[in-house]
């Protein structure tokens, strides 16, 4: 989720990108980190989001607000969804809206609605299961979305073996069924072969299980690619 977050203006080459990021019909909006025990149909208090700024009585980094992305807000976009979505829409040439939901560190287990196997003790996480799914997928279900990307995995790499292909298609499941817009695209990004910034660390021996796990997701919901 730290990896969907990571902002365009955070990255190799983010001056140059940003300085020629103009294009009126593709925009975004952040959703604010929000935890719910339950769904809810009530307004989100936005004061209660993890986003609220106390000092300045606003939310922080224009969460919560749709922007247009153009040199002054282009910096804000996560990285990896705003090159996957500029491409689509240069492209196709359509206008293109990205529903931004990320928080860092958070298990799968937190973004599905349904329970997951081998889950995470309550508690061990900053988010615990269905949580997430309720404070920021939930409030946008009334929207006709063609498709989702996701970008996560270092928060469940540890759970062994190939548990991953049991959880995701759960969750993909999920989100499908709460979107009501049938088996929409669902998109997932291989997670990186590196989970220490000490680059002499010993290679991870659970990261192949967890590639091939990955892989595995493919065969196992329809319309999904990696």
């Known amino acids: 989720q730290s990896n969907a977050g990571w902002s365009l203006s955070a990255t190799d080459g983010a001056e140059a990108e940003i300085a020629v990021a103009n294009y009126p019909a593709f925009r975004l909006i952040r959703v604010p980190r929000y935890k719910l025990a339950a769904p809810s149909d009530d307004p989100i208090i936005l004061e209660n989001t993890l986003d609220w700024d106390t000092d300045t009585g606003a939310l922080k980094d224009k969460a919560g607000t749709w922007f247009v992305c153009n040199p002054e807000n282009a910096g804000y976009f996560g990285a990896a969804f705003y090159y996957a979505t500029k491409e689509v829409h240069l492209e196709l040439g359509i206008p293109i809206g990205v529903i931004q939901s990320a928080y ?63 959880k995701l298609p759960i969750m993909i499941q999920d989100w499908r069924t709460g979107f009501g817009q049938g088996d929409f695209p669902y998109y997932y990004m291989q997670i990186p072969p590196v989970f220490s910034w000490d680059s002499e660390a010993e290679a991870d021996p659970m990261l192949p299980y967890f590639w091939e796990a990955q892989t595995m997701v493919q065969d196992i919901s329809t319309n999904t690619y990696m």
């Open 104 to 166: 860092a560190g958070t298990p799968m287990e937190a973004w599905a609605n349904s329970p997951l196997p081998e889950a995470h003790p309550v508690g061990s996480d900053p988010a615990d299961p269905q949580h997430l799914y309720n404070g920021m997928v939930y409030p946008y279900l009334r929207l006709p979305i063609t498709g989702a990307c996701w970008y996560q995995g270092e928060r469940n790499h540890d759970d062994g073996g190939h548990i991953v292909a049991e």
